[in-house]
Nanobody, 126 residues
Framework: QVQLEESGGGSVQAGGSLRLSCAVS????????MAWFRQRPGKEREEVAA???????RYADSVAGRSTLSRDNVKNTLYLQINSLKPDDTAMYLC????????????????????WGRGTQVTVSS
């Protein structure tokens, strides 16, 4: 059974940083695609960043330049570091996992990922 568990969220002040973690069990593959999405109450799920293997990464414009993905293949964990946090970053952050063959144009489509975690809440105060 595939399970994704996010952690690392919390309440921070604007300008601060957080490192989110997504631990995956029951599913492995160095080439697999994994992604972070976020969702605010009453809003659609929004892309944040995605990574396939070690050579394909994509960041949403909203976090580009202040966020970094990293991956520990031994621990089967994906990390998202977000710096210079803004109140607009407040959301539930969800991790997703899918196969290695997700096309570049589909990396930010939630439907491309069959496995999802429950999320970790990030709250940024001004």
């Amino acid at each position: 059974q595939v399970q994704l568990e996010e952690s690392g969220g919390g309440s921070v002040q604007a300008g601060g940083s957080l490192r989110l973690s997504c631990a995956v069990s029951g599913y492995s593959g160095d080439r697999a695609c994994m992604a972070w999405f976020r969702q605010r109450p009453g809003k659609e799920r929004e892309e944040v960043a995605a990574r396939c293997g070690d050579d394909r990464e994509r960041y949403a414009d909203s976090v580009a330049g202040r966020s970094t993905l990293s991956r520990d293949n031994v621990k089967n964990t994906l990390y998202l570091q977000i710096n210079s946090l803004k109140p607009d970053d407040t959301a539930m952050y969800l991790c997703a996992a899918g196969g290695a063959g997700i096309l570049w144009g589909s990396l930010f489509r939630p439907s491309a990922y069959p496995y999802w975690g429950r999320g970790t809440q990030v709250t940024v105060s001004s």
